[in-house]
Structure formats: C-alpha cells, structure tokens
C-alpha cells in the first residue's frame, strides 16, 4: 500500500467530472487500498479518487467514531437513487480544502447504489453523517466541493486565503531551492 499526495483548490483537476469504473480489477482494488491508507493518514473520514489526481469513479469512507472497530467502506460508480425531503446541516471541511469549515445543508438520508471491491452491486441506505459523507464524495466525482455549496462571498473568501497560502508555500519551496517535481500542487 501507498500514501498518494491529496490535491488542494483551487487545482483544474478537482473540478472535473470522473470517469466510470468499467471493471473492479485489481488495479482499482489497489487504488482503493492506497485511498484508505492515505484517507486514514490525512485523517479524514472520507476520500474520492480526483483527491488524488485519479478522474475515475471510486471512493472510501469510515466514518466509525473514536472506540468503534473500524468500518471502512471500498465503493466504484456510487450514485444517488434517492435523497430525502428534508435536510440536514452539517459543519464539513475537506481535505482538499485544508483548515477551512463551513456549514452545509444536504439531504438528511440517502440510498446510494455502487459496486464493492470485488464488483458485485450493493445498495446502501444512510443517513446522519454516513449520509453526509456520501454526498460529499459523490460531489467530488463531479468536479464538485462544499464551497460550490456555500454563497459566492463566502467561497472566494475562502478561495482566496487558499491561493495567498499555495503562493506562500511556492515562494519559500523556491527560497529552499527546490525542484519543480517537488511541490505537490499546481494552479
Ligand atoms: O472528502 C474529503 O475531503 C474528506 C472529508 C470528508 C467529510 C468531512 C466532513 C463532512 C463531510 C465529508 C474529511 O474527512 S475532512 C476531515 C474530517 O472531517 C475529520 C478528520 C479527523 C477526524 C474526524 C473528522
Ligand atoms: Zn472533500
């Protein structure tokens, strides 16, 4: 298993729509351990493949509360079948979007369908934060973040404070003399 380097906004490949799974192989089985690793590493609850640079249609979650045994969740080509009615708010941050929080209203409860890791159909009904982290995930395959959720002047602020820390950090990697290759993200 590997760590993979996560992507920051505002960064183009966050913002595409992924691409299908056409078969859970044991390439996509081996990108979803590399996710839960690097997933559990950051740490985080959740993590989608464009996160990582990869536009395809895969994502892990765990979202098993501090004490619980570990329930982590491999799922390719997760989609939406039905939402609920009434919503719920959620305070979200994002990985790709470091030391930001921001409420977010979803629906309170989904039913998600998806292939598992070894490509066999599975439905899942969620609800609370499950449910949240879902949604947030599925975002992400279509190039979507929780500050596309949020109004315009609070996401450009937010966006804003992202690229003055991207222009900090590429100032001093540039002062310590290091190579393009080096640096993990790119505007
Ligand atoms: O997709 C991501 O960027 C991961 C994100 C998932 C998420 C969080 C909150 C609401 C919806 C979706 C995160 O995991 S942010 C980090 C986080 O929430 C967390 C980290 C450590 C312990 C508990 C939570
Ligand atoms: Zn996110």
Request: hydrophobic fraction near 40%.
């Amino acid at each position: 298993m590997a760590q993979l380097p996560i992507l920051t906004a505002p960064d183009p490949r966050l913002k595409k729509k992924a691409k299908p799974v056409d078969k859970v192989d044991d390439g996509v089985r081996k990108l979803m351990a590399d996710m839960l690793e690097t997933m559990y590493a950051a740490p985080g609850i959740g993590l989608a493949a464009p996160q990582v640079g990869v536009s395809q249609r895969v994502i892990v979650l765990d979202v098993a509360r501090e004490g619980e045994p570990p329930a982590p969740m491999k799922l390719a080509n997760p989609e939406i079948v039905w939402a609920s009615d009434d919503d719920n708010t959620y305070e979200e941050g994002c990985l790709s979007v470091p030391e930001h929080y921001a409420e977010v209203v979803r629906p309170r409860a989904v039913k998600v369908r998806c292939l598992d890791e070894t490509g066999a159909a599975r439905e899942i009904e969620a609800e609370g934060l499950l449910a949240t982290c879902l949604q947030h995930e599925i975002d992400h395959l279509d190039g979507i973040l929780f500050l596309d959720h949020l109004s315009s002047l609070k996401r450009n602020m937010i966006l804003r404070k992202l690229l003055k820390e991207k222009k900090r950090g590429d100032d001093k990697d540039a002062k310590d003399d290091k190579p393009a290759d080096a640096q993990q993200h790119t505007l």
